[in-house]
């Protein structure tokens, strides 16, 4: 048997194929035509990966394996990939879910997308999201619903669904997803994935606006990888993050606190002011504290250290609505004085979590009340309600779980922990301070070695 025929691609994750096409053991154009080959078997009944540039992708594989050197340094060599449709990608359509902008011109690379390219890896096309990526269900005008793979019936989360799918079938390795309500994580835990929210602004946004605006960075808006194991975000993160060339800062993230399970200080929550979890979801975050404190880290759930919730709530959904409505016919405006306390306000609880922070590492919540949720038709959100242990409770307000991590800028990592009685995975963010992303991606990391995913 030859050596090449010992590695299973649809398995492999980004480090451990880009290994692969270092070494020799396949070639890039052979992991390219692999993941086609994925995407061909898999994607029909799902509908993830909606923008396919298979030719541009073989071609890129093609000059990679003609250029590459001994020991390529290029950290994701060769690894074929997909982002989410909302990353700009020159000559691929950006329409965010939105027919009117179907035949819009994209003619540069998001910033995040030519770094990957320069990283080696292989643009494969593009996965689905919601009209205007405001949904936590994957269905839109143009590219129609993508499915859960573990239930057709139900969600695969949103807005990032399409990408936490591709990675849940196979598909691909690694995805870049975005999040300013839960988009990365929410798919990342309805999937049973792994999905980073980094600290606001480390990662450029730039080629990530919505369809035909090139202005300042969305307050609260961030770009973050998504893949199927921890190890993966990492190296992704060390790609992605940074500041554009030439604006004359540096990012210089601390290391992670800890490198051992045992030395982390943890607090552990399963429900928000108003906000309750299911009891799939509390009984997750109860035995992955038994399981963390066995492992000799010290838990505790004493949640009355953290900052006013229920305020910083409603002070996230003020901005989130303003953020989200500017230039539509449901614009929320707010004057300038307005803005600027919402701001103080958002400054004075970053401060109040910087606080938290002292005395814990991290923080572990739920990601959403509950596992993958059926499929939802009416378009007003008010009329939608999730039902919490035969329970109706208000769709929006899941907001509060995104919110956590959200409103003040923190890093947050989802990491799958959990089924639920109907086998349904469940996923819980794991909080940090301020670029503490190191932090919460090694603790996924300790996380994985210890046998506390699934």
Known sequence: MRQREMVDLGSAGARG??????????????ACEAAIARIEHFDGPVNAVVVRDFDRALAAARHIDKTRQPDDPRPLLGVPMTVKESNDVAGLPTTWGMEAFKDLPIDEDA????????????????????VALADWQTENPVYGRTLNPYDPTRSPGGSSGGAAVALATGMVPL????????????????????????????????????????GIDVPLAVVGPMARNAGDLVAAMDVIAGPVAGTGFKLDLPPARHHALADFRVLMMDNLPGVGADSDTRDAV??????????????????????????????????????ITRGTPDARPIDAHA??????????????????????????????????????????????????????QPYGAQLAWAGLATFPGLPATCVPVAKSATGLPIGLQVIGAPYGDRTTLAFAEL??????TV
């Open 447 to 452: 996380m994985e070695t210890a046998g506390l």
């Open 175 to 214: 995805e870049i997803g975005s999040d300013i309500g839960g988009s990365i994580r929410i798919p990342a835990h309805m999937c049973g994935v792994f999905g980073h929210k980094p600290t606001y602004g480390i990662v450029p946004t730039k080629g990530h606006g919505f369809p035909g605006t090139d």
């Open 111 to 130: 910033v995040v997308v030519q770094r990957l390219k320069t990283a080696g890896a292989v643009i494969l096309g593009k996965t689905n999201a919601p």
């Open 286 to 323: 109860a035995n992955l504290a038994d399981a963390l404190s066995e492992s000799g880290a010290t838990v505790s759930d004493d949640t009355s250290v953290l900052p006013r919730l229920d305020l910083m709530h409603a002070n996230y959904v003020k901005m989130l609505n303003t953020v």
């Open 17 to 30: 194929t880009a290994k692969a096409v270092r070494t020799g053991i396949v070639t890039a154009l052979e």
């Open 339 to 392: 803005w600027m306390e919402l701001l103080d306000e958002q400054m004075r609880v970053t401060r109040a979590w910087r606080a938290v922070f002292e005395d814990f590492d991290i923080v572990i919540a739920p990601a959403f009340s509950t596992p993958a949720f059926p499929y939802q038709t009416d378009p007003n959100w008010a009329n939608r309600t999730l039902m919490i242990d035969g329970q109706p």
